[in-house]
C-alpha cells in the first residue's frame, strides 16, 4: 500500500523513467509518466523519461529524453511504410517486419534501444525505472549494475482474451499474432521480478498478474494510481443538462463502447440524453457503424486532442459519466470523474470496484439494459447525483493523491537500490 514520506537522510536519486509510448491525453501511461515523473522532481529527484512517440507532455522538472522508433503507428498515418532512407540499424528493421507480419514491435525494440542508451550512460543514473513495457532488452539492465523497478499497471493479456472473444474466423489469428508480445512481456516479468520490486496500481491487477504472468506470490505491490486535483475538481458552472460524458478507445472492445452506445440509444426513446466520448472513432470502423445503426449521430460526439484544461472542463460539465469497460486494471478516468464531482456509472469489470468504492452506480459489465436502468435512475434524481458527487470528490482526497504515489514509488526505489525485497 502507498508507504509515507520519504525518509530524511536519504540522498536525491538519478531515475532513469522508461516508457515505450507515452500519448500524452489518454491510454494511461502518458498520464502516469507525467504526473510521476513530476512529484517524483518535486521530492528532490532527478527524472529522465526515455520514450518513443508519441512523446509525453512533462511539466517543469523531469527531462524528456527521446529514443525514436519509427513511429509506424502515428495517429495521422498508422501502419505506414518507413521510407528506405529512414532506417538507422537493424532494430529499426526488425521493427518494420515485425509490423509487416501483424506483430506489435514496439515493447521489444524500444527495450532494446532503451538498452543501448543506458549502456551508454550507466553512470549517470541510481535505479531505472520500467513502465509497462517488459521487452527482453531490459533483461540487460540489471548486468549494467543498475536496480530495475517495473510497473505492469495491468497484464495486457486480460485485453487479449478479451479481444480474442469479440473476434471470429480469419480475425482471430490476426489477434493473436498482434498479441504475441504478451508472451515475452510474462517471461521478461517472471525474471525482472527476482530482481527488483514490481509495481501495480489495484489487488485486481495484482491477482490477474500473479495468474497470467506467473509471478510468485509476494513479489508484487500496489501503489494506486493519482489524479492532478489541480485541474480535475468540482467546478462552479451549472453542468448540461442530459450530457453524459466517457473517456474511451472508441474501437477497442475491452473498454465497452458499444455496450454504451446501446444504452444510450435506449435511454435516448424516453430522455433527452447527448454523449461526448473523449477518442477517436475510425471512420467506416464497428463504432461509428454502430452510431448510424442506432440512429445516435445527432446524439453523440466524438472529441480528441483536448488540452489538459479542456478535458478537465469537459469532464465538470457533464452531468453523468460513464467507466462501461470489460476490464480495467485501475482507471485514470474513473478518478478523474469522481475528482470533477461527476457522478459515475461504472462496470463493475477489474479493479473499478476497488477505485470507486460506494461512489459509482455500479453495473454488470456488458450490460446495456443494466446500464440503462442506472443512467435514468441518476438523470431522474439530482438528490442521487449531488449525494454521489460528494462521495466521489472526498474519496479523490482521501484515496488518489499524486504526492503520496510519487513517495511511495522512491521508497521502492530505495528498496531496489539496497537490494532487499521491496516493502513499498
Known sequence: MVGGPVTLGRRPLRVALLSYRSKAYCGGQGVYVRHLSRELAALG?????????????????????????????????PFRTPRRDEYRDWVDVLETVTMWSGGFPEPLTFSLRALRALRERRADFDVVHDNQGLGYGLLGVPRLGLPLVTSIHHPISVDRQIELDATRGLARLSKRRWYGFVRMQARVARRLSAAGPVITVSESSRRDIYRDFRLRPGSVEIIPLGVDTRLFHP????????????????????????????????????????????????????TMRLVAELSL?????????????????????????????????????AVEHMASGTPLVASSAGALPEVTGDAALLVAPGDPEELAAALRRLHDSAAERDQLARRAWARVQQKFAWPAVAQATAACYQEAIAGGRPTC
Not at 238 to 261: H, N, Q
Not at 279 to 285: D, E, M, N, V, Y
Not at 315 to 322: F, K
Open 45 to 77: 529527484h532527478t527524472v529522465e523519461v526515455f520514450s518513443g512517440q508519441p512523446y509525453p507532455d512533462l511539466d517543469p522538472g523531469p527531462v524528456l529524453r527521446a529514443v525514436p522508433s519509427l513511429d509506424l503507428y502515428r495517429d495521422e498515418d
Open 297 to 333: 449521430a445527432d446524439r453523440v460526439r466524438f472529441v480528441s486532442g483536448l488540452s489538459d484544461e479542456d478535458l478537465a472542463t469537459l469532464l465538470a460539465s457533464a452531468e453523468m459519466a460513464v467507466v462501461p469497460s470489460l476490464y480495467e486494471g485501475f482507471s485514470l478516468p
Open 235 to 286: 467546478r462552479d458552472t451549472p453542468r448540461e443538462a442530459g450530457r453524459i460524458v466517457a473517456v474511451a478507445s472508441a474501437d477497442s472492445p475491452v473498454k465497452g463502447l458499444p455496450v454504451l452506445l446501446r444504452a444510450v440509444a435506449k435511454v435516448a426513446t424516453e430522455r433527452d440524453v447527448r454523449l461526448t466520448v473523449v477518442g477517436k472513432a475510425t471512420a467506416g470502423g464497428p
